[in-house]
Nanobody, 125 residues
Framework: QVQLVESGGGLVQAGDSLRLSCVASGRSTSTYTTGWFRQAPGKEREFVAA?????DYSDSVKGRFTISRDNAKNTMYLQMNSLNTEDTAVYYC?????????????????????WGQGTQVTVSS
């Protein structure tokens, strides 16, 4: 079992930056693919970024967000720069139970078996 706890969300203005953290416990996630998803009000949960065999990003955040992982701390990060109002959502970290070797699998939330409780990010104009 893996437990995930996110932190770092908050209320910021457009153009600001935030860094989200996701601490994993229960076992090391270094051999798994882990990622970030988000869900805006009234919308379905969507893929943001993932890290494992490689890294990948959704087109909407590519060039602005950076995903990273510190395996020694069993912690994953999401550095979010140039935030805009469309980034407002609850952000969830997720962990698969294997390393996903095809980045096309990253986008499916069905590939992730463990989820955090979410952290709210609100970007005001």
């Amino acid at each position: 079992q893996v437990q995930l706890v996110e932190s770092g969300g908050g209320l910021v203005q457009a153009g600001d930056s935030l860094r989200l953290s996701c601490v994993a416990s229960g076992r090391s996630t270094s051999t798994y693919t882990t990622g970030w998803f988000r869900q805006a009000p009234g919308k379905e949960r969507e893929f943001v970024a993932a890290v494992g065999w490689t890294t990948d990003y959704s087109d909407s955040v590519k060039g602005r967000f950076t995903i990273s992982r510190d395996n020694a701390k069993n912690t994953m990060y999401l550095q979010m720069n140039s935030l805009n109002t469309e980034d407002t959502a609850v952000y969830y970290c997720a962990c698969s139970t294997r390393m996903l070797y095809s980045s096309s699998l990253y986008y499916s939330d069905a590939q992730y078996h463990y989820w955090g409780q979410g952290t709210q990010v609100t970007v005001s104009s």
